[in-house]
């Protein structure tokens, strides 16, 4: 039973945006929180952003003002924004909630970005 699937990377020039969808199941959705993280090659899992239930939203300082997530209830679904894309933007990036306090990700979606 998949509870969190992404979609939307791909590959991108330098300046160029992508938008990415993460669909939840209902129980997942429901949780105090989502995110969005990344892993680059070689690299550790690193929080790109955030939104709570309430809509309160959190960026990592490498992604502000260029990155924007957001969240549609009737949908379940959480989304992000990725304008302005640099080549170190390049990563697998993974949609994140809570079952309970069990943590479920999402199997990643590849977001390629070229000089």
């Known amino acids: 039973q998949v509870q969190l699937e992404e979609s939307g990377g791909g590959f991108v020039q330098a300046g160029g945006s992508l938008r990415l969808s993460c669909a939840a199941s209902?129980?997942?959705?429901?949780?105090?929180?989502m995110a969005w993280y990344r892993q680059a090659p070689g690299k550790e899992r690193e929080l790109v952003a955030s939104i709570t239930a309430g809509g309160a939203t959190n960026y990592a300082d490498s992604v502000k003002g260029r990155f924007t997530i957001s969240r549609n209830i009737r949908a379940n679904a959480v989304y992000l924004r990725l304008n302005s894309l640099q080549p170190e933007d390049t990563a697998v990036y993974f949609c994140?909630?809570?079952?309970?306090?069990?943590?479920?990700w999402g199997q990643g979606t590849q977001v390629t970005v070229s000089s």
């Open positions: 209902a129980r997942i959705f429901s949780g105090k929180v």
């Open positions: 994140n909630g809570f079952l309970g306090s069990a943590p479920v």
